[in-house]
T-cell receptor, first 109, second 113 residues
């Protein structure tokens, strides 16, 4: 079966750095997405990786290793507004998006 | 400017009373998706349309139906809502079927009494 694993919840301090990991086992791979979802709202796009390596976009970076079936989202200089769930999703060989359950990130002052 | 619009944002219905959720998009995207998301769970794909080509997920209950009368609009009909159907319903669009980013509407939160 297809599976996306990510931690259920993480806690970090304002101003710090946090890394959210995602491992996947899917039938084929056409890219990995990270989405941010605030409570009661729709997911919003953060990043897309299809090649190995690190993609940096402001305070957020996303890393992919296809051979290991592994990605992480790195958030720097954490702000209170970064408190949200972060969803990892993989596009499989049929171009279907397989979603993880999300990691709830709690930021403390 | 809103690109994917869902109405209503909050919907309350009674057990067994049919309800329709709507989604419209101003992006002129070919593909539209309906997801169901329950608290602390991953979004679950119910259906998607590629143009008028309807694709139903194998485990989507028969209680759920969808219509796409034109490129801009897509509807989700729940014929006889049960308590287990209370969830956030998300509409999303992509330009094509391949690696495009999915753009989400704000969602409709459905409560079943």
């Amino acid at each position: 079966g297809q599976n996306i694993d990510q931690p259920t919840e993480m806690t970090a301090t304002e101003g710090a750095i946090v890394q959210i990991n995602c491992t996947y086992q899917t039938s084929g791979f056409n890219g990995l997405f990270w989405y941010q979802q605030h409570a009661g709202e729709a997911p919003t796009f953060l990043s897309y990786n299809v090649l190995d390596g690190l993609e940096e976009k402001g305070r957020f970076s996303s890393f992919l290793s296809r051979s290991k079936g592994y990605s992480y989202l790195l958030l720097k200089e954490l702000q209170m507004k970064d408190s949200a769930s972060y969803l990892c999703a993989v596009l499989d060989s049929n171009y279907q998006l397989i979603w993880g359950a999300g990691t709830k990130l709690i930021i403390k002052p | 400017d809103a690109m994917v619009i869902q109405n209503p944002r909050y919907q309350v219905t009674q057990f067994g009373k049919p309800v329709t959720l709507s989604c419209s998009q101003t992006l002129n995207h070919n593909v539209m998706y309906w997801y169901q998301q329950k608290s602390s769970q991953a979004p679950k794909l119910l259906f998607h349309y590629y143009d008028k080509d309807f694709n139903n997920e194998a485990d989507t209950p028969d209680n759920f139906q969808s219509r796409r009368p034109n490129t801009s609009f897509c509807f989700l009909d729940i014929r006889s809502p049960g308590l287990g159907d209370a969830a956030m319903y998300l509409c999303a669009t992509t330009r094509g079927r391949d690696t495009d980013t999915q753009y989400f509407g704000p969602g409709t939160r459905l409560t079943v009494l």
